[in-house]
């Protein structure tokens, strides 16, 4: 062929691929001599062909295949890539490999799956080929059976998992395929081989002929456990001693032992499927259950019956099952019932195991109580279920129930207790049946030993044998002190027949196990108890206490193998149980000690012993000394010897020396010999009787610690302790008692007998000796470091003064550890060998403590009724059953564990709908636990699980209570009992976030502590799996945290095989964690330290301590372990695991030094632009996403590895937050060293950044935006720009955390994004905010529109991006969003467009909704008087556009742009800036220079006196002003800008920081008292309210409620808010300005703040809520009586419609009304009565008349009636007139109500006429109108004159007062704001005056100031009045006139200063009132006016005046010179000349 050339040229993987079958031929054999070329596994070689391994094995030619097949086969042996082309390769050999004629096909491609399985893919390859099971083509089925029966038969039952195979080997049987059929059997053979009988429940259905087959097949099975015979890769140490027994020729013992443990046991069970049964259940089963007739019962329990045959049963709720079939087994008279009912319970615990367990309490004591039944088919019912139920939970959870049985009286019952308790011991290994279990049960059965019943005592026997058996004598033998010899042989002989369940495993496996380690690794392994071990290692077999040790030279020590080994183990004790030989010894008589005494004696002693003469007594005492340290151990008579030395005169000696020898002595006896109890009894009282001696008693001490030493510390201390108090000497008490505490620490408090002491202690605290008490207290701190608190548990009903003594010394006590024992065991063990038990020892005494307290039991008192009462459907009811639950609890404080019906009962509360229940139900529980402390353990799985699935609850708070209770109970508990069985498992599966999370962090706060944990653990690893994938991130975090915690107990291998079940994308992701995971993996925790300072001789080298621990582990976890564990680790795996740690953990430490030191950032040239071309090119992803996704984290992390430090970058991308916030802190630190590095990597920086953004922790959040603001600083100080690509990147991001819930992050990004105009175009930045306005998120929204408003404001509308007219159609488009904050913002950013750009706004806006475009003129009209600044504004600002459009290089750098940027930016974050030039306060300054621009500045100084003095007095008056007055930042310093300044200083009133607001308000009150700048407020005021309102909420919500708080700050901002108010409403002009809807929020803030019960709690409260009261006042007073009217009707229709509303808030709103009612003749004419009519027609329509009389008080009703009495009053038949606004009158009363109330009025007016002369009536009225104008037209015309302007207002005071109701509305109508208000003022005076109130001259300038006798105003202003023009020195007459008036003000009696000159005649000209300007001003342009204030700076000179109102304040100086005030006066001339 001619084109073969042309494919002999490709490469080899491109033949593999070509369409010619002879090219793809040829390149599989390249292919195939190529794999076996390559010796690295690793090689990237192989990775070319990972794609194409498929089509290897798949190829259409028959030939190519083959060859395919061969070179697939080398790949997957040689790659270690392979195993990712599992899958598709396998599914390729099954499909279509299998199916091939050729048998090589065949057999390759099952070579091809078992290579698979030996690189672990096993799992993978086997879901294939039962894949392939199902498919149609039998030579398939044949094929894939037939590879399946392969691998088990290489690899074994470990590595191929049986139950899916068994699962479909049935329907194999059911094939019309012979072939299939075959095949299937030979399959089941093998199967059987590996798993013998388990295999037949699985198979029991299948043809009887097949089976029948299979049985003759399986017999034929040879009985040796089969072996694995090819092993996985992570297998190869195996397969080397595999190898190497194969050589030796058969298998040496060890082999055999591995082998045995390395096939697993299979259960059958487990291969069985789950069957659901309560489904099943006959749906009347319950109501038959419970019927009369017998036969009913009978078939309910019959379908049971039937059902429970199943022999798996699926998990479920079988609570009310069980509960019936214990009420059956309990009380049904029909005893063959009663069997039904126990076989059917049988049933239920052997189908569902575990999970039955947490019925098995309910159930256990029922049956045991019905043993008392003779009927033998009973009896056995009975005894199969309560075995079954046994196997279902464990001793420990019913042994509470087995021992309340055991006192029963019925023999029967004992009998078969005790029969069933030495068949559950039988079920036990020695670490299930621990000391604290053995002690209660062997305290029982020694009753039934003594019993009178034959068969009570067999039955007692026979479990004590069992016992004896299980845990071995060691263990049992301290129990059985008491039994007599027939009977302990009797017990032996028992033991001797028991055959234990666990058979091999517990006898034979147990010594194996225990023998192997001891043989083949070191010589002293502590074997889980029990006596297997004694007997292969002791000297002796037969129980340790009676071995004959004194003959053999070494004692048999524990069963130690050391002592065998001939170590020469020192001494014969044992721990608590074996106590010495001596302890039989008998006593001597004294005849033989004498004769003993004088073998080993010099006679001369023993003569001189009674001698009369003290120094023979000395000189024998110093013989005997001698004598007995010559001594050797075996030959010393101690009994003898300490006889002698009680011979007379014994303990009565009376020389102190020979008395400190004897003692001496006795503890040398003690010490050198064999020591006997016997011995210590001869002593012990004659030593006790002088501990208490000044001289002798340390000697006695010391003797007591020797014996202590010899005969074990509690038998001595309990004889010593007796001895002492039996005696009356307090000293000796006391001194016994500090001798104790002492020997607890030096000897530990193993086997110390606490109830003893505990009564000794009480009689010592009872004493009358101060002595004794305190060493009692002292013993106490010391037994407290053993016990723990439960110590206390004792003492609570001792004296309060005593429990405060004891409770201190427990304080002492705390967080100390107990020391480690020094002595009592150099005899005990050599080479630590005791450890495990030891340790277990320790744990149990504080339990054992908890075991002795008197516990209640509350069994009766848990009722029917109190049941019924919890399950109530009323909550109150259930309310009350819990509230006694709680009360019986609290009575009782510690329970036994029989709590009734109560589990059940609280189970159904902690998933009660009412939050409140279930948080008291967790409280219950909680107390539960700690009242019934471990016994808690058999509740575990019915009510603690429960409790678990409340942390899933969505409130946090029931969250926490529910841990807290899970913390409680476990904390009895342990966490065995909460980790066995799948319960734990099923929680985790749940997807419920929150229980996830909590229950994660759970485990991984409690598995770190656990040194073993159930294997059900492994349960929870797929849902842990599955947790690492959740939704939620912070369900993802826990699950990470948790993991390195359960792969510490589970192993990583067992974790990696766990990830086999996930999708492959997970398993990868999965699998990586657990690599990361396994580094940071913590070490199991090892035995306590005590055990390692145990190790004395050199048997046992420290460094095999860990491994011992291991041991001990895997001894204490019997069943769960699973041996292939054991043998991994028992030898000397922890060690190894722990030397690695410590290397990995030093290297990154020695590194991580080298490295740090360099820079961080490193310059790439060019870096920045190649990732820009990157990005551009599409080569990497674009920096776009809504939510980070792994990618873009990975390819960040790529760019970032080359110009970024290695450490750092780790910091960078740690999982942990924590190395976040440290990155920052290094990158904060390195900010300014190295700009150009940062400038370089500034994009990757950035990126960075936006990720921590989606971090969910604050404190990573809040240090990113600190960098940011560094970092933008820093930038524009370089003048950098940034790039398209990094703002893209970046902005976007940040935008999104403008509308973070927390205060303190949205103002940094605001501050941020304000320094970011400074580095990137505003209009640029523009579009990016107003991508922001967007967001789902309305905070975003509204942030993001005020921001824009400040750029609008800052740099005028060519910010507005595309144009104005689009930008501006966006934002407006908010006016309508249905957040009130969006809303807001929106409108105030247009009005502030508005203020930019004028009317032309309306146009770009475009149509707009009619509400959305009223809401936006109400809106422009508050800020109406505004407009006047924009021309001067826009003006200023055009130099500055101008710029901003320049190329953006250069824009915004320099110039008044960068001013503008800083401004805005001093604006946003309060930067006050104080001026400290003037050395005056600016009140009292002239600002001419700026006037005129010439330079001098004008300074005046005050007298201090003046000033603080002033400020003194007012301090009391109203509320303290705070002292931190900074000077305000002066307005005219921004010329342009006084408006956006304003706005500024208001935005920060309502600042969260109460400094920041406190300073705003401050400002702003400032600019109130100055009236040449008050008017600058004009047009702000509703912005003002609105702030202040918005304040005081939030100092309600919550400073209020802030405990940190300090409340100070509360009443200094309270009096800032108060004060500044006051001054706002003092002028009367700006009060008006207030619209309707801010005063009603105003009101309705002040009205709350007046009922705020708290702040009557602060110190100053009252005083807050009397300026309150005064503020209102004010309010009602000076705001446009129209809104605030109109604000009040509003307001109370609101309070009354809330529900929520209390009562006083609607009465104070009354009182209000009533006093505004009370004004009304005064303000009529000021009224809009058309609005307030249609206000009062709402009202009515809201509440009619009969909805009005509903209301529980009267007073809403009667305050309606008397506002329209009055109007009616004031406006006679015109009020009808003014009802113009109200569309349809007929919707409320109120045209009715008026015209029946003018009908009213007019009788009682023709009434009135005919009666009185009170002034001209109605008609009289009508009659001399014309006359009346007349009058009033003259009276005005003098008003408005400057001369007679005083005299007008007299008249017109005197005309109004004689016709009241004269209507001056029309006169007043035209005249300006100004001449109104004037003329209201004037009347008021004279008011004041005529009555005699006001003291003041009218003439001065107070008086127009003064309108409320009580406001006191500030210092500046009172000064400003008196200035004295002339500049004469003022006189003290000057002071004491103001002392005067600040009197009269505060209220004091101004009687003694009456004679005083008025203050006129100390000014020199009368300065007219303030306000009054001339009419001609007033009509005047409003905008005019504005301009010329901002130009001439706020001074309101009128042309036509010859002198100022503003002067008399202006010119404040008392001290300044008269030259200087000439000089001021001409300057004032020219401007006003200029003026003119």
Known sequence: MGDDSEWMKLPVDQKCEHKLWKAR??????????????????????????????????????????????????????????????????????????????????????????????????????????????????????????????????????????????????????????????????????????????????????????????????????????????????????????????????????????????????????????????????????????????????????????????PKLESGDYADLVKALKKVVGKDTNVMLVALAAKCLAGLATGLRKKFGQYAGHVVPTILEKFKEKKPQVVQALQEAIDAIFLTTTLQNISEDILAVMDNKNPTIKQQTSLFIARSFRHCTPSTLPKSLLKPFCAALLKHINDSAPEVRDAGFEALGTALKVAGEKAVNPFLTDVDKLKLDRIKECAEKVELVYGKKAGGAAEKKEGKPVTGKTTAVPGPAGDKETKDAATKPGPVKKASAVKAGVPPKKGKPAAAAGTGAAGPKGKKGPETKEIFESELSIEVCEEKA??????????????????????????????????????????????????????????????QMKLHIVALIAQKGNFSKTSAQVVLDGLVDKVGDVKCGTNAKEAMTAIAEACQLPWTAEQVVAMAFSQKNPKNQSETLNWLSNAIKEFGFSGLNVKAFISNVKTALAATNPAVRTSAITLLGVMYLYVGPSLRMFFEDEKPALLSQIDAEFEKMQGQTAPAPTRGISRHSV????????????????????????????????????????????????????????????????????????????????????????????????????????????????????????????????????????????????????????????????????????????????????????????????????CLEDRNGDVRKKAQDALPFFMMHLGFEKMAKATGKLKPTSKDQVLAMLEKAKANMPAKPAPPAKASSRVVGGAASAKFQPASAFADDLGSNTVESKPDLKKAKAGGLSSKTKVQGKKVLSKPSLKEEDDKSGPIFIIVPNGKEQRMREEKALKVLKWNFTTPRDEYIEQLKTQMSTCVAKWLQDEMFHADFQHHNKALTVMIEHLESEKDGVISCLDLILKWLTLRFFDTNTSVLMKALEYLKLLFNLLSQEEYHLTENEASSFIPYLILKVGEPKDVIRKDVRAILNRMCLIYPASKMFLFIMEGTKSKNSKQRAECLEELGCLVESYGMNVCQPTPGKALKEMATHIGDRDNTVRNAALNTIVTVYNVHGDQVFKLIGNLSEKDMSMLEERIKRSAKRPSSAPVRQAEEKPQRTQNISAHASMMRKGQAEDMSSKLNQNRNMGSHSETTHTVPREFQLDLDEIENDNGTVRCEMPALVQHKLDDIFEPVLIPEPKIRAVSPHFDDMHSNTASTINFVISQVASGDINTSIQALTQIDEVLKQEDKAEAMSGHI???????????????????????????????????????????????????????????????????????????????????????????????????????LSALLVLLQDSLLATASSPKFSELVMKCLWRMVRLLPETINGINLDRILLDIHIFMKVFPKEKLKQCKSEFPIRTLKTLLHTLCKLKGPKILDHLTMIDNKNESELEAHLCRLMKHTMEQTGKADTDTEKGASHIEEKA?????????????????????????????????????????????????QFFQSYVERGLRLIE?????????????????????????????????????????????????????????????????????????????????????????????????????????????????????????????????????????????????????
């Open 1888 to 2036: 004041t005056e005529r009555e005699g109130k006001g003291r003041i001259a009218t003439s001065t300038g107070i008086s127009s100031q003064m309108e409320g006798t009580c406001i006191p105003l500030s210092t500046h202003t009172v000064s400003s009045s008196i200035g004295n023009t002339n500049g004469e020195e003022v006189g003290p007459s000057v002071y004491l006139e103001r002392l005067k008036i600040l009197r009269q003000r505060c209220g004091l009696d101004n009687a003694k200063q009456e004679d005083r000159p008025p203050l006129t005649s100390l000014l020199s000209k009368p300065a007219l009132p303030t306000v009054a300007s001339s009419t001609d001003m007033l009509h005047s342009k409003l905008s005019q006016l504005r301009e010329s204030r901002e130009q001439y700076q706020h001074l309101d000179l009128d042309s036509n005046q010859t002198h100022s109102s503003g002067i008399g304040t202006t010119l404040a100086s008392p001290s300044s010179a008269a030259a200087n005030i000439d000089d001021l006066k001409k300057r004032l001339e020219r401007i006003k000349s200029s003026r003119k």
């Open 831 to 1026: 080479g630590g060998g005791d450890d495990g038990e030891e340790e277990e020892e320790q744990e149990e005494v504080g339990n054992d403590v908890v075991d002795l307290l008197p516990r209640t039991d509350i069994g009766d008192k848990i009722t029917a009724e109190l049941v019924s009462k919890i399950g109530d459907k009323n909550w109150k009811i259930r309310k009350e059953g819990l509230d006694e639950v709680t009360s019986i609890i609290n009575e009782a404080k510690f329970i036994q564990p029989n709590i009734g019906e109560l589990p059940a009962a609280l189970k159904g509360r902690l998933n009660d709908s009412n939050k409140i229940l279930v948080q008291q139900t967790l409280s219950i529980l909680q107390q539960l636990a700690t009242a019934m402390g471990p016994n808690i353990k058999q509740y575990v799985k019915n009510l603690g699980i429960p409790v678990i699935t409340v942390l899933g609850d969505s409130k946090n708070n029931v969250r926490a209570a529910a841990l807290a209770t899970v913390n409680a109970w476990a904390e009895q508990t342990g966490m065995k009992e909460w980790l066995e069985g799948e319960d734990l498992s099923e929680e985790l599966k749940k997807e419920n976030p929150f229980l996830r999370q909590e229950l994660l962090g759970w485990l991984a706060e409690k598995l770190p502590a656990l040194r073993s944990v159930p294997s059900d653990l492994l349960l929870c690893v797929p849902h842990l799996y599955s």
């Open 598 to 659: 004088a073998a080993v004696l010099p006679a001369s002693c023993i003569q001189q012993l009674d001698s009369g003469n003290w120094k023979e007594r000395l000189a024998c005492m110093e013989e005997f000394q001698k004598s007995v340290e010559l001594m050797e151990r075996s030959e010393m008579p101690c009994q003898a010897l300490v006889r002698m030395l009680a011979k007379k005169p014994g303990w009565k000696e009376t020389n102190f020396q020979v008395m």
């Open 25 to 310: 031929l040829n390149g599989y054999e390249e292919a195939l001599k190529l794999f076996q070329k390559i010796d690295d596994e690793k090689s990237p070689e192989w990775s070319k062909y990972l794609g194409l391994i498929k089509k290897f094995v798949t190829d259409s030619n028959a030939v190519a295949q083959l060859k395919g097949l061969e070179a697939a086969l080398a790949y997957v042996e040689n790659a270690h890539v392979a195993g990712k082309t599992t899958g598709e390769v396998a599914s390729g050999v099954v499909n279509k490999v299998f199916n091939q004629p050729k048998a090589r096909a065949k057999e390759l491609g099952e070579d091809i799956c078992l290579m698979y399985i030996e690189i672990e893919k096993g799992e993978a390859i086997q879901e294939e080929l039962l894949k392939g099971l199902d498919n149609k083509n039998p030579k398939i089925i044949v094929a894939c059976i037939e590879t399946l029966r392969k691998a088990l038969s290489e690899f074994g039952s470990k590595i191929i998992s049986l139950k899916p195979i068994i699962k479909v080997l049935p329907k194999l049987f059911e094939s019309r395929e012979k072939a299939v059929r075959d095949e299937a059997k030979l399959l089941a053979v093998e199967i059987y081989r590996w798993i013998r009988d388990a295999l037949r429940p699985p198979l029991q259905n299948i043809n009887s002929v097949q089976l029948k087959e299979l049985e003759e097949e399986w017999i034929k099975v040879s009985s040796a456990a089969p072996k694995q015979t090819r092993f996985l890769r992570s297998q190869q140490e195996l397969k080397a001693k595999f190898e190497q027994q194969q050589g030796l020729g058969g298998d040496a013992d060890g082999g055999d032992d591995d082998e045995e443990e390395a096939v697993p046991q299979v259960d059958a069970y487990e291969l069985l499927e789950a069957v659901e049964i309560l489904s099943k259940l006959p749906k009347d089963f319950y109501e038959k259950i419970e019927a009369k007739k017998w036969q009913e019962r009978k078939e309910a329990l019959e379908a049971v019956e039937l059902l429970v045959k199943n």
């Open 1582 to 1684: 509703d912005q003002f309210l609105i702030a202040t309102f918005m304040q005081l909420r939030l100092i309600y919500n919550t400073h209020m409620a802030d405990e940190k708080l300090d409340k100070d700050e509360i009443v200094r901002l309270y009096s800032c808010i108060i004060g500044s108010m006051i001054t706002l409403f003092q002028i009367e002009s700006l009060a008006r300005e207030a619209s309707t809807g801010v005063l009603k929020d105003l009101m309705h803030g002040l009205i709350t703040l007046m009922l705020d019960s708290r702040v009557e709690d602060l110190e100053e409260g009252e005083q807050v809520i009397r300026s309150v009261n005064l503020l209102v006042v004010k309010v009602l007073e000076k705001s446009d009586q129209t809104n605030i």
């Open 1824 to 1872: 001399s109108k014309a006359k009346v104008n007349d009058i009033l037209a003259e009276i005005f015309k003098k008003i408005g004159s400057k001369e007679n302007t005083k005299e007008g207002l007299a008249e017109l005071y005197e005309y109004k007062k004689k016709y009241s109701d004269v209507d001056i509305e029309p006169f007043l109508k035209n005249s300006s």
